[in-house]
């Protein structure tokens, strides 16, 4: 069984600081990682995603996302955070084994990201 | 480019009815997934459809079932609305060839509030 964990709940950083968002999963394979923004009352926006390659994966809006094999992370980050950042953020996994060759995608419960001015 | 698009916006059902919900893919996708989301929680897997048929299956009761068309739009059923039915369903959609299957383009959701 795959699982994502997301061990804080809010997030708080003022204007301009860097900000980071933990995220820890579990596989029996190699993962495939992800990282979803939500605004409120809105669908879930792609942000970036770690399949292979360099642990340091860049996507939109400026974040970038740390892959970690031996600490089974992938925190994500952003070196200066802006106001218009503040939304849930997911991360998600799928176990690349998976038998089948079809996509499960296992989601955090999320953490809510407060910027403050 | 239309990204992926769902309708109704909101819906308001009673117990025991019945609700079909519906999805069209982004341009160029063909493997259609769809998502639970209660308040407070990340989205729980339902099921996926790819040609036509559903590929995968989470944990839920075949009172949720569903359909792909030939132009791979989707719909989503529930039967016998329950209360904890309640919940922001989300579509997602994606590429069919390997690789890029893996990267989910979210709709903006359904509402579903069971009274």
């Known amino acids: 069984a795959q699982s994502v964990a997301q061990p804080e709940d809010q997030v708080n950083v003022a204007e301009g600081n860097p900000l980071t968002v933990k995220c820890t999963y579990s596989v029996s394979g190699n993962p495939y990682l992800f990282w979803y923004v939500q605004y409120p009352n809105r669908g879930l926006q792609f942000l970036l995603k770690?399949?292979?390659?360099?642990?340091l994966v860049k996507g939109s809006y400026g974040f970038e996302a740390e892959f970690n094999k031996s600490q089974t992370s992938f925190h994500l980050k952003k070196p200066s955070a802006l106001v218009s950042d503040s939304a849930l953020y997911f991360c998600a996994v799928r176990d690349i084994n998976y038998s089948g060759g079809y996509q499960k995608v296992t989601f955090g419960i999320g953490t809510k990201l407060q910027v403050i001015p | 480019d239309a990204g992926v698009t769902q309708s109704p916006t909101h819906l308001i059902k009673t117990r025991g009815q019945q609700v079909t919900l519906r999805c069209s893919p982004k341009?160029?996708?063909?493997?259609v997934s769809w998502y639970q989301q209660a308040l407070g929680q990340g989205p729980q897997f339902i099921f996926q459809?790819?040609?036509?048929?559903?590929?995968q299956r989470g944990n839920f009761p075949d009172r949720f079932s569903g359909h792909q068309f030939p132009n791979y739009s989707s719909e989503l059923n529930v039967n016998a609305l329950l209360l904890g039915d309640s919940a922001l369903y989300l579509c997602?959609?994606?590429?069919?060839?390997?690789?890029?299957?893996?990267?989910?383009?979210f709709g903006p959701g359904t509402r579903l509030t069971v009274l």
């Open positions: 997602a959609s994606s590429e069919g060839t390997s690789g890029r299957r893996d990267t989910q383009y």
């Open positions: 770690y399949i292979t390659g360099d642990n």
């Open positions: 341009s160029g996708h063909d493997t």
């Open positions: 459809y790819y040609e036509e048929e559903e590929r």
